[in-house]
T-cell receptor, first 112, second 114 residues
Framework: KQEVTQIPAALSVPEGENLVLNCSFTDSAIYNLQWFRQDPGKGLTSLLLIQSSQREQTSGRLNASLDKSSGRSTLYIAASQPGDSATYLCACDPGGSYIPTFGRGTSLIVHP | KAGVTQTPRYLIKTRGQQVTLSCSPISGHRSVSWYQQTPGQGLQFLFEYFSETQRNKGNFPGRFSGRQFSNSRSEMNVSTLELGDSALYLC?????????????FGPGTRLTVL
């Protein structure tokens, strides 16, 4: 059974810092991995999707990497802003029958 | 293009009742997935529908069911509500199947069971 762990559970940083969020998974046989953002009381917004054949994806100040062999993915946020404050979740898709496993998320606060 | 919409946004029910939640996907999207999010269990997959057929189902009891209509709109039903069913229910749509495409989530329905 796939288990997805996100560390740290919470993070508070000053504006402007570069930061890294971690996602680890126990079963490396994944089809893809997605990073999402969730604002309080709202749905999820997809940030980046990395196919299993890819090593990284970039969108603006965000960069996500995937290392299947070590069961790890990282989300790098450059020059953080208060608007980045949210919970960030990663989800692993095992392929075949799509039953994704989500991590519990990292709650990020960026203070001015 | 309008996003994923869910109705109602908030719902209060009592134990033993049943509830139906609705989800309208983005126009052109054929896959709709449902999730339950609670503080204790996090985000858990309920089921996925594609072209009116349930393709995948998570590990939830039979009280949880769903369906998809020909216009891709989807409903989920929970019968004999229990206190533990209180949660944020999210639906997500994607162009083809949820796994290979980016999923777009709705704002969720907050269900409270008293």
């Amino acid at each position: 059974k796939q288990e997805v762990t996100q560390i740290p559970a919470a993070l508070s940083v000053p504006e402007g810092e570069n930061l890294v969020l971690n996602c680890s998974f126990t079963d490396s046989a994944i089809y893809n991995l997605q990073w999402f953002r969730q604002d309080p009381g709202k749905g999820l917004t997809s940030l980046l999707l990395i196919q299993s054949s890819q090593r990284e994806q970039t969108s603006g100040r965000l960069n996500a990497s995937l290392d299947k062999s070590s069961g790890r993915s990282t989300l790098y946020i450059a020059a953080s802003q208060p608007g980045d404050s949210a919970t960030y979740l990663c989800a692993c898709d095992p392929g075949g029958s799509y039953i994704p496993t989500f991590g519990r998320g990292t709650s990020l606060i960026v203070h001015p | 293009k309008a996003g994923v919409t869910q109705t109602p946004r908030y719902l209060i029910k009592t134990r033993g009742q049943q509830v139906t939640l609705s989800c309208s996907p983005i126009s052109g999207h054929r896959s709709v997935s449902w999730y339950q999010q609670t503080p204790g269990q996090g985000l858990q997959f309920l089921f996925e529908y594609f072209s009116e057929t349930q393709r995948n189902k998570g590990n939830f009891p039979g009280r949880f069911s769903g369906r998809q209509f020909s216009n891709s709109r989807s409903e989920m039903n929970v019968s004999t509500l229990e206190l533990g069913d209180s949660a944020l229910y999210l639906c997500a749509s994607s162009l083809v199947t949820g796994g290979s495409d980016t999923q777009y989530f709705g704002p969720g329905t907050r269900l409270t069971v008293l």
